[in-house]
């Protein structure tokens, strides 16, 4: 059984920094893209990055692409979202997920495992 979990939401300002991190219970942690999603109130889950099995791999959605990082650690089985210059835009419930493949991709559909989520709130 795989278990994600999400840690490092907060309230913050616009303009501030945050980092989240997405620890991993299982086997073969390696073997799988991770991503990262969010879902604000009232709309539907959207993408943020994912990152392939390695880390070379990583793609971003637009809307935080040159603020965000996403980042991994296969040695500690974690990932990571660095998150610079947040928006009160950027405020949402952000879900760590495990893509059933080594590739990363934006789908959701592509995910089978996902955390319980952690928030964020940019003041403006």
């Known amino acids: 059984q795989v278990q994600l979990v999400e840690s490092g939401g907060g309230l913050v300002q616009a303009g501030d920094s945050l980092r989240l991190s997405c620890a991993s219970s299982?086997?073969?942690?390696?073997?799988?893209?991770m991503g990262w999603f969010r879902q604000a109130p009232g709309k539907e889950r959207e993408f943020v990055a994912s990152?392939?099995?390695?880390?070379?791999?990583?793609d971003y959605a637009d809307s935080v692409k040159r603020r965000f990082t996403i980042s991994r650690d296969n040695t500690k089985n974690t990932v990571a979202l660095q998150m610079n210059s947040l928006r009160p835009e950027d405020t949402a419930v952000y879900y760590c997920?495990?893509?059933?493949?080594?590739?990363?991709?934006?789908?959701?559909?592509?995910?089978?495992?996902w955390g319980q989520g952690t928030q964020v709130t940019v003041s403006s």
């Open positions: 990152i392939g099995w390695s880390g070379v791999s990583r």
């Open positions: 997920a495990r893509k059933t493949t080594v590739y990363s991709g934006r789908s959701p559909q592509e995910y089978n495992y």
């Open positions: 299982g086997r073969a942690f390696s073997s799988y893209a």
